[in-house]
């Protein structure tokens, strides 16, 4: 039942009800992919478990809020970056967050929205493990923008990094997993140039 509702329904079933498994819910949804994020800024993982574990907390604190919160994800990002910066700061470790300079900027962020949607469950498969493959931090802002929606300006002001950044890792992103697809197709046998989803793959990635 609680898997098939939205963050909204989640959230307003939390803050009306105090409803404990709408809140286990939401924490099984982003907890994996939030201590992956923490980690950005924590290099050890227990860390980033406890700083996830204590935004989670206090979000079940002010429950009774959480159904006016409109931006969800972008709500609990920040509130995990918030929360990993003061455990930084309280230990006086200083971390770099430097992001790689670039130039090329991508059309936009929607450009790789509809990807999953031309592979059948073979290739999706593959493609997933593509991502996985993807260098951390590329694999990061990948995920924040096709995963989890974020636009590009509020994956840079979360990653302290410009527009570029993003839109650079974005672009090597899509073009590493487009070289993989072709890879992957080409070892099936199949013939790209008559295969109608290569049509479509190049429409999605150039």
Do not use: W
């Amino acid at each position: 039942m609680y898997t098939a509702l939205s963050n909204s329904d989640l959230l307003f079933q939390i803050s009306v009800n105090t409803d404990k498994k709408a809140f286990a819910e939401l924490f099984n949804r982003y907890h994996c992919k939030l201590v992956s994020f923490a980690l950005y800024y924590l290099p050890i993982h227990e860390e980033a478990e406890d700083v996830v574990s204590d935004v989670f907390v206090n979000l079940l604190k002010k429950h009774s809020q959480l159904k006016d919160i409109d931006n969800f994800d972008g709500y609990i990002y920040f509130a995990v970056k918030n929360h990993c910066l003061n455990s930084i700061k309280k230990n006086k470790r200083k971390e770099r967050f430097v992001g790689i300079s670039s130039e090329m900027e991508i059309r936009s962020e929607k450009c790789i929205q509809p990807l999953e949607q031309l592979l059948n469950k073979e290739l999706s498969y593959f493609y997933n493990c593509l991502i996985e493959e993807l260098p951390p931090k590329r694999k990061l802002v990948f995920k924040m923008v096709k995963d989890d929606g974020l636009k590009i300006a509020e994956v840079a002001k979360l990653l302290e990094i410009t527009n570029k950044t993003v839109k650079k890792h974005l672009e090597l992103a899509v073009k590493e997993i487009r070289l993989g697809i072709n890879e992957y197709l080409e070892v099936k046998g199949k013939n790209t140039k008559t295969n109608p989803l290569q049509s479509e793959k190049e429409k999605v990635f150039i």
